[in-house]
Structures are given as structure tokens and as C-alpha cells.
């Protein structure tokens, strides 16, 4: 049976579960403020429950709590029936219910709150937690200081419109086969655990609810556990979200927007999560994602997928702990996924940007390292992958720029930090891509960089050069059908020389323009790259902004080393374009 209607088909028995004649008594409460389970004249039927029995605490008797210090049994439990109870289940209880356990019943336009206080154990198949509309700020909820709450089949937090439902964890261990929170419309469902453990095999932060809110808080030394996974948004208009604290989390499976148009959350700020694979925006259209992590572990054993399917708009902001994956991709459809890091740390072997046509992939570091093996900007598809850095310690084995393409749009603007590329950095590797890569500030470093690819394609690959540091042991600017090249912006500090340590390949098109505030004064002499063996020359120079230079290879600058010079020959009117070939 389909979840959905696994729903419906326990609430409507829910419903006749509170009048059908299979029961032998109905026992009610009716002693105030508070007593003994165990005593008959407690009951109004000067009776105690047992097994088969519905035992109701608060019905007509607002603010009564039943106080249970033995082992009983029951068919039904009910706290809070169109009022309000408690049922307290000292550490010497044991509540064991063979149907339904209900905590905040509204029946008959009477509102019902009711609480559960537990440091011994309680064990029923269905536990309801907040059944009906509750008046103001009325709540139903548990309280759990120790011992075991369990539910063979599932444990619903907010199940009718307007219920709102608490579940507070300090300690004991807590079995469900299916915990879901925020399970009908409009309700509010916060489940918090800080200290002992959790195991829910199906975990749902906001399940089917639409307009729904779940909020699961896991903190201190608490211990959750989703052995088949768990669910952030479920269901259009949503709220959901999953605040990490400290302790542990472990997971199949993580899906941050599982279903609808919802919007789901996940706060990383302690404590360590343990996650098989990890999904962003599998709802699709209209679900907005995010992740914020401030601290803690996010370790992802086989992989982050961000933006599974088409529409969804994902973001993850790292800003302090650690992100460990075995693989990351950004857009496996038509979709929006941004990932910005301001510190921390990004450990990921393969990172792949853009894996469908239409889709939008963005990696902006701005603090934090990032370590990874293979970066793909643009793995499949007509999309577009762009990297923005402006601080934080890259470190590379390849990075790879146009891999998907025909159609595809690569672009990378660095205004500081360092990429560090220890193998090759390849500016469109297959045909039909377009690839720029701008440096401004910072340091890129690199073993070997194509501009071009590292084969002949028909691809753009632009290195534009306007400050900061460019190092490589080797430098080829491929011949291709399309524009290859390298543009030089003069800015008023001054340009450092591209410093190849090898040799440099050149080919295709050297622009050279200076910023407007720069004055490159008649007979000054810029160096603009050095190398200790050169093959080819560029073949075509675009002189722009009023200038006109003469470009001279192979000059020798000492210690086996050769270089690039510009030299200013005399100013042009401002605007004036000059050709040399």
C-alpha cells in the first residue's frame, strides 16, 4: 500500500477507533489533578484498564495527569481528548498499547492538548502526536527524560489541520519503523533529541501535510539513525528543515526536497552526519533547497547529488567544518544549484558542474580550502558552469573546462586566492564549448594549461590576464577553428609576468588594452610573460585603448630565461585600434 494511502486508511480508522464496538470498556479518567494509574477509584467505572480496554486521561477533566509506576496493558490509550491530560510514565512503567496511543485528541469541535511524560517505557504501533486543532498556543506533545518509546508501525506528529506537536528527547532509546512530522495540513510538528537515541527506519521532516512545518533538531550526545533514509519537504508549500547541532546523525539516504513545491533546509553547525547519498532538489519545480554549514562533519560516503531534477533551485553555503564526499555533482537536470564557501573545508575527489542542457552551476569560494581530484565545469550538455574565486586555497589534480561540449559555457573570474592545479587545468577539452578564464588577483598555479584543450577541437578558450599571478610549468594555446588567445589588461599597479617554467606553445590571438586609469607612458617596457623555451608565436596581436606597442619575442632576461616585451612606441587618440600581424 502506497504511503498515501496507507495515510488515509489509518486515519480513518483512527477515527472509529473511538467508538467501535470491538472494545470491551471505555475507562475515563476522572480524578484531579493527578493519581495513581493504578487505582480503580480513579477511573470512572471505578475500574483499571487492561488489555482491550481504551483508557481516556482528560476527558471532561482538564488538567489531570495519571501517574503510571507498573506494567499495564491496554488496546488504546488517548492524553487529552477534547481537553487536557497527561499520562506520566515514571522509570518503574511500562505502558505497552496494542492499537493507537493519542496524545492531543480534538473531537466533536472540542480541542483537545494532551502530553506524555516518559523516563519508563511506552510501546504502541500507531502513536499520534497532536490530533486535531489545538486553541492558541496549545500544544500536545512528549516529554522524555529516559527509558524507550517504540512504534512497531508509525509514530504521525501533526495530524489534523492546525495541530501543533512537540517531542522532546533528553534521553532513552526510541524505536519507529516510520517517524513522520508535519503529517496533515497546516500543522506544526518540532521534534528535538539532545541526548540518548533515535532510531527511525523511515524519517519524513514534513511529510504530507501542504503548508505543513517539521523541524527535527538533533544536539548534545544524541544518537539518530534512518537506516532506509530520511526526507526534508515532502509536499507543496512546506516548511521543513533539520538543524544539526552535535551528536550523530546516520543515513541511506538524504533528500533535502523530496516532493512538491516545498521549501527544505538543512543547518550543519556540530556533530557529525554520516550519509550514504545525499540529494538536493528532487521535488523539482518550485522547491528551493538550501544547506547552510557553519561547523561539524558532513560526510557523504558515495555522493552529493545538487539539483536532481529539473526546476528546483539548490544552494549549499559552507562557512566553517568539513564537507566530505566521494563524489559531488551540480545539475544532473534543468535546474539551479549554487555552492559557496566563505571557510571551511570541501574535501571532494570529483566534482562535475552542469550535467544537462539549461542547467546553471555556480562554485563561488570566497575562504575554506577546497580539495579535489577532477573538477568538470560543464560534464554533459548545453550548460553553464561558472567558478568564482576571490580568496580560499584551492587544490587541484585536473581541472577540466568544456568537457560536455557543444553548447556549453564555461567561465571562471579569480580576483584572489590560489588555485593550485598540480596536473593540467584544459580550457574546452571537447568541441563546440566556450571557456574563459579571468584572473585579476590571487594566484593560479598550474602543472600544464591548454587553452584550446589538450587536442585540436573547435572550442573557445579565452586566458584573460588583468592582475594577480599566473604560474605554470608548461603553457599551449591550441590552433582551433574557433578563437584561442590570451588577453592582457594593463592596470595601474602594474602586470606581473606570466611565469612559465617550461615552455610556452603560443597560438591564436594576443589582445592587449589598458585599464582606463592606467598611463602606459612612451618607452616604457613590459614584460609580459617568461619561459625557458617558446614554440610557435601568436598569430595575430589586437592593440586597444589608444596604444600602439611592439611585441618582441625570445628577449633574454638572464638565467636561461627568455621573455615577451611590450614596448610603448608613442600615444594614439583614446578609441584608436591598432592591427599588428
Not at 225 to 252: D, F, W, Y
Request: aromatic share 6%; net charge neutral; hydrophobic share 40%.
Amino acid at each position: 500500500m502506497s504511503l498515501r494511502l496507507r495515510s488515509l486508511a489509518l486515519t480513518c480508522g483512527m477515527i472509529g477507533a473511538l467508538f467501535d464496538g470491538v472494545q470491551a470498556d471505555s475507562h475515563v479518567w476522572k480524578t484531579l489533578p493527578s493519581g495513581d494509574w493504578a487505582v480503580a477509584a480513579n477511573w470512572d467505572i471505578n475500574a483499571v484498564p487492561v488489555a482491550g480496554d481504551r483508557a481516556d486521561v482528560g476527558l471532561n477533566h482538564s488538567g489531570c495527569t495519571a501517574n503510571l509506576t507498573d506494567a499495564r496493558s491496554v488496546q488504546d490509550v488517548y492524553a487529552g481528548l477534547s481537553s487536557t491530560g497527561t499520562v506520566a510514565i515514571q522509570s518503574s512503567g511500562d505502558l505497552d498499547v496494542s492499537r493507537y496511543c493519542v496524545i492531543g485528541y480534538s473531537y466533536n469541535g472540542l480541542a483537545g492538548s494532551g502530553r506524555a511524560l516518559v523516563a519508563g517505557r511506552l510501546s504502541a504501533p500507531y502513536i499520534y502526536v497532536g490530533y486535531g486543532t489545538q486553541v492558541g498556543s496549545e500544544e500536545s506533545g512528549i516529554e522524555q527524560s529516559g527509558g524507550a518509546v517504540t512504534s512497531s508501525v508509525t509514530c504521525y506528529m501533526g495530524n489534523s489541520a492546525g495541530a501543533r506537536s512537540y517531542f522532546n528527547q533528553y534521553g532513552g532509546v526510541n524505536y519507529f519503523q516510520e517517524l513522520a512530522l508535519g503529517h496533515q495540513n497546516g500543522t506544526h510538528a518540532a521534534y528535538t533529541i539532545t541526548n540518548g537515541s533515535l532510531t527511525a527506519a523511515n524519517l519524513t521532516v514534513g511529510d504530507l501535510g501542504i503548508g505543513a512545518t517539521g523541524i527535527l533538531t538533533v544536539s548534545g550526545a544524541a544518537n539518530v539513525m534512518a537506516p532506509n533514509g530520511c526526507r526534508i519537504g515532502n509536499k507543496e508549500s512546506q516548511v521543513a528543515h533539520l538543524s544539526m547541532e552535535g551528536g550523530r546523525l546516520t543515513a541511506k539516504e538524504l533528500q533535502v526536497g523530496y516532493l512538491g513545491a516545498c521549501t527544505a533546509g538543512l543547518t550543519i553547525s556540530g556533530g557529525l552526519m554520516s550519509i550514504t547519498n545525499a540529494y538536493l532538489g528532487w521535488a523539482g519545480a518550485g522547491s528551493v533547497c538550501t544547506v547552510n554549514q557553519s561547523g561539524g562533519t558532513n560526510r557523504i560516503l558515495a555522493g552529493l547529488t545538487m539539483g536532481v531534477n529539473a526546476g528546483s533551485s539548490n544552494t549549499y553555503t559552507l562557512s566553517g567544518g568539513l564537507l566530505e564526499t566521494a563524489a559531488l555533482a551540480m545539475c544532473t537536470a534543468s535546474n539551479q544549484s549554487y555552492l559557496v564557501q566563505n571557510g571551511g573545508a570541501n574535501c571532494s575527489p570529483t566534482i562535475k558542474m552542469g550535467s544537462a542542457a539549461g542547467a546553471q552551476a555556480v562554485y563561488a569560494i570566497a575562504g575554506g580550502t577546497l580539495t579535489v581530484t577532477n573538477l568538470y565545469l560543464s560534464f554533459a550538455g548545453a550548460c553553464a558552469a561558472g567558478l568564482n574565486i576571490s580568496g580560499g586555497q584551492m587544490s587541484l589534480g585536473d581541472m577540466y573546462m568544456g568537457w560536455a561540449g557543444a553548447g556549453s559555457v564555461c567561465t571562471v573570474n579569480q580576483s584572489g586566492g590560489t588555485n593550485r592545479v598540480v596536473n593540467a587545468l584544459q580550457m574546452g577539452v571537447n568541441s563546440g564549448s566556450y571557456n574563459a578564464y579571468t584572473v585579476s588577483g590571487g594566484l593560479l598555479d598550474a602543472g600544464t594549461i591548454y587553452v584550446g584543450g589538450s587536442y585540436v577541437s573547435t572550442t573557445t578558450g579565452m586566458l584573460a590576464y588583468a592582475g594577480g599571478e599566473i604560474r605554470a610549468n608548461t603553457l599551449t594555446f591550441k590552433e582551433a577553428p574557433k578563437v584561442v588567445g590570451l588577453r592582457l589588461t594593463l592596470p595601474p599597479a602594474g602586470l606581473k609576468p606570466i611565469v612559465v617554467a617550461n615552455t610556452a606553445t603560443l597560438n591564436g590571438t594576443l589582445a592587449i588594452e589598458r585599464a582606463s586609469n592606467y598611463s602606459f607612458a612612451p618607452g616604457t617596457v613590459i614584460t609580459a610573460m617568461t619561459y625557458n623555451a617558446r614554440s610557435g608565436a601568436f598569430t595575430q596581436t589586437n592593440l586597444l585603448g589608444g596604444m600602439t606597442c611592439r611585441l618582441t619575442y625570445d628577449v633574454d632576461v638572464g638565467g636561461g630565461r627568455k621573455a615577451i616585451t611590450l614596448d610603448q612606441l608613442r600615444p594614439l587618440p583614446p578609441g584608436t585600434v591598432v592591427c599588428i600581424r
